[in-house]
């Protein structure tokens, strides 16, 4: 994976395979940390946050704090794309990604849809996308990449995207091509 990690003791405690697993799933999302330190540690408070040095260094340390429990990879994804904020601040070699909460949730969703397990906290989504997020992700995954794209000669993208999000709860949802199980006839 090429991103060295340390666990703090707290985070020791309390890691799952289910979260170690989901960490080095995310984790491959984000090649730009390739060779970066980060340290994980454990957060009770909120679902998760990252800590950025405020100055530029030659070796910058990077740290997220996570609850373990009902852990998400749009959570982990969320916070791995606030330690690029910072860096893409200090480095001219990873693409600039503008700061703020949205922005990250944007930034997370168009990354990868891996991210795309949860609905994002600060993005402003009607109740129903939020209700029916599964039905929903991959549309605002669409959005969030247009998005990015409409920024380069639009300042208010945010507003456009959220917007755009709001007209999706008016048009009828198409049905998912699930994989439903077969029933089979019993001979009886």
């Known amino acids: 994976?090429?991103?060295?990690?340390?666990?703090?003791?707290?985070?020791?405690?309390?890691?799952?395979?289910?979260?170690?697993?989901?960490?080095?799933?995310?984790?491959?999302?984000?090649?730009?940390?390739?060779?970066?330190?980060?340290?994980?540690?454990?957060?009770?408070?909120?679902?998760?946050?990252?800590?950025?040095?405020?100055?530029?260094?030659?070796?910058?340390?990077?740290?997220?704090?996570?609850?373990?429990?009902?852990?998400?990879?749009?959570?982990?994804?969320?916070?791995?794309?606030?330690?690029?904020?910072?860096?893409?601040?200090?480095?001219?070699?990873?693409?600039?990604?503008?700061?703020g909460e949205k922005q990250c949730d944007v930034w997370t969703l168009a990354r990868s849809s891996l991210f795309c397990d949860d609905a994002p906290s600060y993005l402003r989504l009607p109740r129903a996308v939020r209700e029916k997020w599964p039905q929903y992700a991959h549309l605002v995954r669409s959005l969030c990449i247009s998005a990015i794209e409409k920024r380069k000669s639009y300042r208010f993208y945010l507003r456009w995207l959220e917007a755009e999000i709001k007209e999706l709860t008016r048009r009828p949802l198409r049905k998912s091509r699930e994989i439903k199980q077969l029933a089979l006839p019993l001979d009886g």
């Not at 998400?72 to 330690?83: D, M, P, Q, R, V």
């Open 1 to 99: 994976m090429g991103i060295p990690i340390i666990y703090t003791p707290g985070m020791k405690k309390r890691l799952t395979r289910r979260a170690l697993a989901m960490l080095e799933m995310a984790l491959r999302q984000f090649p730009e940390l390739a060779g970066k330190g980060i340290t994980v540690g454990y957060t009770k408070a909120h679902l998760g946050s990252a800590v950025l040095p405020r100055r530029p260094t030659a070796d910058p340390k990077l740290t997220i704090r996570l609850k373990v429990r009902k852990l998400t990879y749009n959570t982990i994804g969320h916070e791995l794309t606030h330690l690029l904020q910072g860096l893409s601040r200090q480095s001219a070699l990873i693409t600039r990604i503008p700061g």
